[in-house]
């Protein structure tokens, strides 16, 4: 079973198997958690990124799809890129949030990763209301079938801390 914990500060500097990057789909870094994420990881992160563009993702990576590249500089095998949909009033896109928890574990499964630590993805430039954007993370890891052993929201600030520990409690 896969245990919820919470912590409050900046992801680039959790000690864990993978760290989640909430990617624009370029793959090629960009600000919040993804430009955080390039930079304290260093240019391995962006090197993959373009390879894997050059290959498999011509287009970009699809909103709520995953994919895994080293973690360069971090304290952590790899980094799972996923990229979150932007927040729509006029559209239901939660399923889309819910995938890429999903598909992140998927990833970090496949990979071997026991401890995984996850932003709260697409809350930021993306609009995400954090009450939501917490129900659909926390239900979905909660939900899916992973041999992780642990999953670590890393919030970056009290307020988001404390919307996800109640949607945790």
């Known amino acids: 079973m896969t245990t919820i914990t919470l912590a409050l500060g900046d992801i680039t500097r ?3 198997d993978a760290i ?11 600000g919040g958690v993804d430009g955080a994420i390039h930079r304290r990881g260093g ?10 563009r050059a290959s498999h993702y011509g287009k970009g990576l699809p909103t709520g799809q995953a994919v895994a590249t080293t973690a360069g500089e971090l304290d952590a095998q790899w980094v799972i890129h996923t990229v979150g949909p932007v927040f729509s009033e006029s559209e239901d896109r939660s399923e889309l949030l819910a995938s890429c928890y999903r598909e992140s574990l998927r990833v970090a499964d496949e990979l071997g990763a026991r401890t995984v630590a996850f932003p709260a993805i697409s809350t930021g430039v993306y609009r995400w209301p954090m009450q939501d954007a917490a129900r659909i993370a926390v239900e979905t890891v909660r939900s899916t079938e992973t041999a992780v052993e642990e999953v670590r929201f890393v919030l970056f600030d009290e307020r988001a801390y404390e919307v996800f520990a109640a949607q945790v409690r």
């Open 14 to 16: 959790e000690s864990v």
């Open 20 to 30: 989640v990057n909430a990617a624009n789909s370029s793959l090629l870094g960009g």
């Open 43 to 52: 240019p391995a992160i962006l090197e993959e990124c373009r390879k894997l």
